[in-house]
């Protein structure tokens, strides 16, 4: 990053002319000043180091229309939290219209800016730049990060005040406009959480959390960010299938800024009256929705007091967050599962150092059919095998004793590769599963794993499904999707409808993105936690690589998987601690944290945790 960052510095030569050396007040780009400690570089700064402030420079007295330009970008990198040294580079009107929460657009590099000579004779009063660059992504108003192309341009105005005799901008586009390596610097993606839709709030059911990622400012105190992005609810594109337990309406307390935990880790949260009148059941589900998004911020915060006026709502501690909402990623799995040389369906304890696979109970262990694909229900009572070169799909209970039965599907595609996909298990219980028979491409919905499938509606997808996984919470899904000789990933969201009438729902698959923009053909992927995917793929030209993913198309933080050649399947455990598993050249292999690739069997293909 540290590279970028002084190849975004040398794209605009024009800012050391405006600032020259670094002084006490920091410069983004230059190296910042801790509160305590040693002396640092700002790219070198740990995720969770909020000391760590950069500032940027006022315009200097005289400063020419090219110097209030590089000042104005150079202080939207800067850490300032109302971007005040920002206003100052603009007129009084221009600073009160100016918001620069509406959006942030992301650029390859940072802006250029090109002075406009289009005007013919020059008004020796008015001046104006034309910022350009690449769209990278652009985050929204509400937080939510998306990836962008095309190329950017956006008109800057000056004038010069005939009382001050100083420049300043007084037309500007809305929002802010940085580097790719500027963002990677001021931002980070936090999943803050809400509950799929698909039971009622105050209700003895348990359902899953949904994770929701947004961008927040690293060092502009990420924490009460956090606190306000919850209250203001979901993302648009996750919002008609998650529920909030805070009344509508409920912000924070007039007059509260910042909230800071005490010594004993515990954070308290003055409400508005919005959320006087809560019952003991909903606030403790709101404290649940505020714990499982600081803590997956900050280990800092182990408890959460809610208050409204001066009245105490409810207190929630960590350990008993999922007393009030089952996250359903950190069930961890018993086993991981995969097909061996005798075609059987086999499984080793996750908690396993040893390469000993045992057949699972049932007649997926017995070997009677060539499997070619499998998946195991969340529960791991159940499991659902594809057999006959992908023609026919079984399901059957991991028990001794049971029968296979007849297949509960049948494709009509040609070849193997015409045929049934891997399965897929829902948080509902119910199957996932797509034929690619090019006569009747179908995305499949097997409820319960029986019955017969509905067909899922996918309006808007453009090419055909390859690969399916549903995440964990029920309300996403992820799918590898062939157009041409491109295989991109998308990721949809599931909505269910129960029709007046009618006595199956509807199910259909809706708003499909990318997330893996950069990537021109993906092999395989698996989920890999609450807004995380692991995908194996290549660049245009280039080699495989595996890599981690959001959901919402950007890069998430820390190293990818250590590399491996050859990988045709790849799966993760969507709780943490469990090592990657893929079928690559060398059979079976897993890659625990802190450790390189180590094969588990040279026979076996289609490795699998639950789900």
Known sequence: MGADREGDARRRPVRAAAYGACGVVLLAGCASMPDSGDLRGVDSTPRQDTQVRVFAMPPR????????????????????????????YLTGTASKTWKPGLATTVLADGPGTEQDHSGGREDPGNVSFTLTGARVARVDAHQSYAPASGHYTALVHLTKDKKTKQWRIDSLPQGVVMGKSDFQRNYMS???????????????????????????????????QMVRSLLNGPTNWLDPVVRT?????????????????????????????????VGQTQCNEMASQLLLTLQNLTPAVDEVELQSGSKRLCSLSGG?????????????????????GKHRLVRIAVDSRGTKADPVPGALGEGAKELRSVAVSRDEDTAAAVAGEGKDLYVASLVSGGSLGDPVLTSQGKTAQDRLTAPSWDAHGDLWVAD?????????????????????????????????RVAADGVRVAMVVAKGDKTSLLIGRIERRQESGEDRPTVSVLELRSATPELEDVTTMSWAGDSRLVVVGREQGGVQTMRYV???????????????????????????????????????VRLRSGAQWQKVVADGVAPVYPG
Do not use: C, H, W
């Open 61 to 88: 007295e005289d400063a020419q229309p090219t110097e209030i330009v590089s000042g104005f970008l150079e202080a939207l990198t800067s850490d300032d939290p109302n971007y005040s040294t920002a206003r100052q």
């Open 190 to 224: 936090v999943n803050k959480y809400y509950f799929a839709s698909n039971a009622a709030a105050g209700t003895t059911t348990q359902t899953a959390a949904v994770a929701d990622p947004v961008y927040v400012r690293r060092r502009v105190d990420p924490m009460t």
């Open 245 to 277: 337990s805070f009344p509508t309406g409920t912000a924070l307390k007039k007059g509260i800024t910042a909230l800071t935990p005490d010594d004993q880790s515990k954070l308290t949260v003055p409400l508005n009256e919005s959320a006087a009148r």
């Open 320 to 340: 008993r967050a999922d007393d009030a909402a089952a996250r359903a990623s950190v069930e961890s799995p018993g086993y991981l599962y995969f097909i061996d």
């Open 436 to 468: 690619r028979n090019p006569d009747d491409p179908r995305l499949l919905l097997l409820e319960e794993g029986k019955g017969e499938p509905l067909v899922v509606r996918t309006p808007g997808l453009d090419g055909r499904v390859q690969e399916v």
């Open 550 to 588: 959001q959901v919402d198309g950007s890069t998430p933080e820390g190293p990818a998987p250590a590399a491996l050649s050859g990988v045709k399947e790849i799966t993760a455990a969507e709780s943490d601690g469990l090592p990657l598993v893929a079928y690559s050249e060398d059979g079976i």
